[in-house]
């Protein structure tokens, strides 16, 4: 599966959890087990970006200093998670503070990768390098324990 498949499910599958959140009571599937997939399938996301992904592209001129710039920002989204396992209370209001920043920060990057940086990445590396980039991705997701099955 192409990388740029993979990674925009991601954002989609985690924009739709933390949309899941925003609803304090939800009583279907508990907003702690809901915030716990949102959380690791995320931090997920991050990890194989910056260890995959951004360095592959990195290799090519055109994306030189795509993780100086990507970098902080994931590390301002697991500061943003840090805070809000901290509280433990989905239905405060800080943390629903939290989320909608979340939520802000993770579309803008989302519009980002898949308004530009993907298309672009297609375009210079071509189909069957994102292609081999989207099955080291399953595969180091698969070794954490996380199926694409389950599509976190
Ligand atoms: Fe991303």
Same mark, same amino acid.
């Given at each position: 599966m192409l990388a740029t498949e993979l990674l925009t499910n991601? &954002?989609?599958? @985690?924009?739709?959890?933390?949309?899941?959140?925003?609803?304090? &009571?939800?009583n279907e599937r508990g907003n702690r087990d809901i915030f716990r997939d949102l959380d690791m399938a995320l931090r997920m996301h991050m990890r194989v970006e910056e260890e995959i992904?951004?360095? *592959? +592209? *990195?290799?090519d001129v055109e994306f030189k200093g795509l993780m100086a710039e990507s970098v902080p920002e994931h590390n301002e !989204?697991?500061?943003?998670?840090?805070?809000?396992e901290a509280l433990n209370?989905? !239905?405060?209001?800080?943390?629903?503070? +939290?989320l909608a920043e979340l939520r802000f920060a993770l579309s803008q990057h989302a519009e980002?990768?898949?308004?530009?940086?993907f298309p672009r990445? +297609?375009?210079?590396?071509?189909?069957?390098?994102?292609?081999?980039?989207?099955?080291?991705?399953?595969?180091?997701?698969? *070794? !954490?324990?996380?199926?694409?099955? @389950?599509?976190l």
């Open positions: 991601d &954002h989609n599958e @985690a924009l739709s959890l933390i949309d899941e959140l925003k609803d304090r &009571h939800n992904f951004y360095p *592959e +592209l *990195e290799k !989204a697991r500061q943003i998670l840090d805070d809000m209370n989905p !239905a405060s209001d800080e943390f629903q503070k +939290l980002k990768e898949e308004a530009d940086i990445a +297609l375009a210079s590396l071509g189909p069957d390098r994102i292609d081999e980039l989207g099955n080291r991705i399953d595969q180091m997701k698969g *070794e !954490a324990g996380m199926t694409r099955t @389950a599509n």
